[in-house]
C-alpha cells in the first residue's frame, strides 16, 4: 500500500520560530508537493519539487521554503511563523510525467499564537 | 493555469437521498479531471479521475461523474447517500501537459438521517 507520511499531526509554534514540516513518501514517486489548506479556499500550491535538488514556487511561497535532499523526503520551512500561517499543510506525491493525480499524508495542523 | 469552481460550498442532504456535487473548470485543449473526498481529520483520497475515453466515470463507494467538453463541467454523483459520505469534496483539474492540480474551495456534505 502507497505510503506518505507526515511527521506531526498537530504542532503548536510561537510566533517568529521556525517551523520544519516533514514528509515521507516510500513510492518511489519524482515528485512531491506542498499545498495549504484553509476553509473556503480549498488547496493551494505552496512549493513543488520534480527532483532531488530541484523546487518550483506555487501560488503562495512567500514565507515558506523547501528542501529535498533524498527523493523520498520533502520538508517545508517556515523561517519565521507569522499567525496567518495557522492553516492545515498537506504533503502530496505524483509519478513523473504522469497524470497529476495525487497521494496525500494525513495533513499536519499547524497552529501559530 | 487551470481554475475550478465548485458552485455549492455546502450541500445537506437527508440519508438514501441523491447528491450532486457541481464542478466547472476553465477551458482548455486537453484536461485531466478528478474528485477527491475529505472526510474529517484524514488527509485527501481520490474518488474517481477522467483521462480520456468515456465521459461517464465511475469511482469507489458508489460515486459517478460526467465530463461535459462543451459545458467544461464535471459534475459528481450518487443516487443513494449514506451517513458515512459525510466529508469534504474536491473538485480538481491538471493540463494534460503539467502535473500541478488545480483545487477547487470544495463542497461540505453533511448527511443526516
Known amino acids: 500500500d502507497v505510503k506518505v507520511t507526515q511527521s506531526s499531526r498537530y504542532l503548536v509554534k510561537r510566533t517568529g520560530e521556525k517551523v520544519f514540516l516533514e514528509c515521507v513518501q516510500d513510492m518511489d514517486h519524482e515528485n512531491m508537493f506542498w499545498y495549504r489548506q484553509d476553509p473556503g479556499l480549498g488547496l493551494r500550491l505552496i512549493y513543488f519539487?520534480?527532483?532531488?535538488?530541484?523546487?518550483e514556487k506555487g501560488d503562495i511561497p512567500e514565507g515558506y521554503s523547501v528542501s529535498r535532499e533524498k527523493k523520498e523526503r520533502f520538508s517545508l520551512i517556515l523561517e519565521s511563523a507569522s499567525t496567518n500561517q495557522t492553516s492545515m499543510y498537506l504533503c502530496a506525491t505524483s509519478t513523473g510525467g504522469g497524470t497529476g493525480e495525487l497521494f496525500f499524508g494525513e495533513g499536519s495542523r499547524l497552529t501559530v499564537l | 493555469a487551470q481554475s475550478v469552481t465548485q458552485l455549492d460550498s455546502q450541500v445537506p442532504v437527508f440519508e438514501e437521498a441523491p447528491v450532486e456535487l457541481r464542478c466547472n473548470y476553465s477551458?482548455?485543449?486537453?484536461?485531466?479531471l478528478f474528485w477527491y473526498v475529505q472526510y474529517p481529520n484524514q488527509g485527501l483520497q481520490l474518488l474517481l479521475k477522467?483521462?480520456?475515453?468515456?465521459?461517464l466515470v465511475k469511482g469507489i463507494n458508489g460515486f459517478e461523474a460526467e465530463f461535459n467538453k462543451s459545458q467544461t463541467s464535471f459534475h459528481l454523483r450518487k443516487p443513494s447517500v449514506h451517513i458515512s459520505d459525510t466529508a469534504e469534496y474536491f473538485c480538481a483539474v491538471s493540463g494534460s501537459n503539467d502535473y500541478k492540480l488545480s483545487f477547487g474551495a470544495g463542497t461540505t456534505v453533511t448527511v443526516r438521517a
Open positions: 519539487s520534480y527532483d532531488v535538488k530541484m523546487k
Open positions: 477522467y483521462l480520456s475515453g468515456s465521459t
Open positions: 477551458s482548455s485543449v486537453s484536461v485531466y
